[in-house]
T-cell receptor
Framework: QKEVEQNSGPLSVPEGAIASLNCTYS??????FFWYRQYSGKSPELIMS????GDKEDGRFTAQLNKASQYVSLLIRDSQPSDSATYLC????????????FGKGTHLIIQP | NAGVTQTPKFRILKIGQSMTLQCAQD?????MYWYRQDPGMGLKLIYY???????DKGEVPNGYNVSRSTTEDFPLRLELAAPSQTSVYFC?????????????FGPGTRLTVL
C-alpha cells in the first residue's frame, strides 16, 4: 500500500513568519509531487509541483524534494491570514497507473 | 473558460437509490479522475480515464461505475447507495498523465446517504 504521510496539525504560525509543511512518502518509484491548498468546504487548488531533487520557488512558496529521504516540504514565506487552510501533499501513483495518492493534509493557522 | 464543473452541488439519497454525478471540463484534457474525500481524510481515487472510451479503477472503485463517451464528460454512477458512500466527491482533469499530471479540481458534490 503506497502511503503519503503528513502531520495533521493544527500548525499555528504568526503572521509574517515562515510556515513549514512536511510530507513523507513510501513508494521510492514516485516521480512527481504536488502541494494542494484546500479551504474549508472548497475543492483542492494546485499551488506547487516538483519533479527533481532540490528547491523550486514560486512567489512566497518554495517546494523542496529529497528523493533519497522520501521527503517533500512546502515553505510559505511572509505568511498571511489568507494562507490559513489545509495543505494536501500528493504523489503520482506510478507503476503505469494514473491518478494521485494524497496525504490527509496539514491544517495551517496563521495568527494575526 | 469554466474549467471543471460538477452537478449537483448537494444531494441526499436514501439507501438503495441510484444517481449519477456529472462532471464536465472545457480545457480539452484527455485525463479525468473521480475522488472521494471523507472528513479529516485525504482524497481517495475511485476511477480515472485516459481518454474517451478508456476507463480504469482506482483505489476504491467498489459501488461505483463510470463511462467516458466524450472528451468533455466523465459521469460517476452510484447504483445502490449505501451510508458508506456519504462523502464529498471531486472530479479532476489534467492535460498530461503519468508523472506530469497536474490535476485541476471541480467544486465537488456533497452526497449524504440516509
Amino acid at each position: 500500500q503506497k502511503e503519503v504521510e503528513q502531520n495533521s496539525g493544527p500548525l499555528s504560525v504568526p503572521e509574517g513568519a515562515i510556515a513549514s509543511l512536511n510530507c513523507t512518502y513510501s513508494d521510492r518509484g514516485s516521480q512527481s509531487f504536488f502541494w494542494y491548498r484546500q479551504y474549508s468546504g472548497k475543492s483542492p487548488e494546485l499551488i506547487m509541483s516538483i519533479y527533481s531533487n532540490g528547491d523550486k520557488e514560486d512567489g512566497r512558496f518554495t517546494a523542496q524534494l529529497n528523493k533519497a529521504s522520501q521527503y517533500v516540504s512546502l515553505l510559505i514565506r511572509d505568511s498571511q491570514p489568507s494562507d490559513s487552510a489545509t495543505y494536501l501533499c500528493a504523489v503520482n501513483r506510478g507503476g503505469g497507473a494514473d491518478g494521485l495518492t494524497f496525504g490527509k493534509g496539514t491544517h495551517l493557522i496563521i495568527q494575526p | 473558460n469554466a474549467g471543471v464543473t460538477q452537478t449537483p452541488k448537494f444531494r441526499i439519497l436514501k439507501i438503495g437509490q441510484s444517481m449519477t454525478l456529472q462532471c464536465a471540463q472545457d480545457m480539452n484534457h484527455n485525463y479525468m479522475y473521480w475522488y472521494r474525500q471523507d472528513p479529516g481524510m485525504g482524497l481517495k481515487l475511485i476511477y480515472y480515464s485516459v481518454g474517451a472510451g478508456i476507463t480504469d479503477k482506482g483505489e476504491v472503485p467498489n459501488g461505483y461505475n463510470v463511462s467516458r463517451s466524450t472528451t468533455e464528460d466523465f459521469p460517476l454512477r452510484l447504483e445502490l447507495a449505501a451510508p458508506s458512500q456519504t462523502s464529498v466527491y471531486f472530479c479532476a482533469s489534467s492535460r498530461e498523465g503519468g508523472a506530469l499530471n497536474e490535476q485541476f479540481f471541480g467544486p465537488g458534490t456533497r452526497l449524504t446517504v440516509l
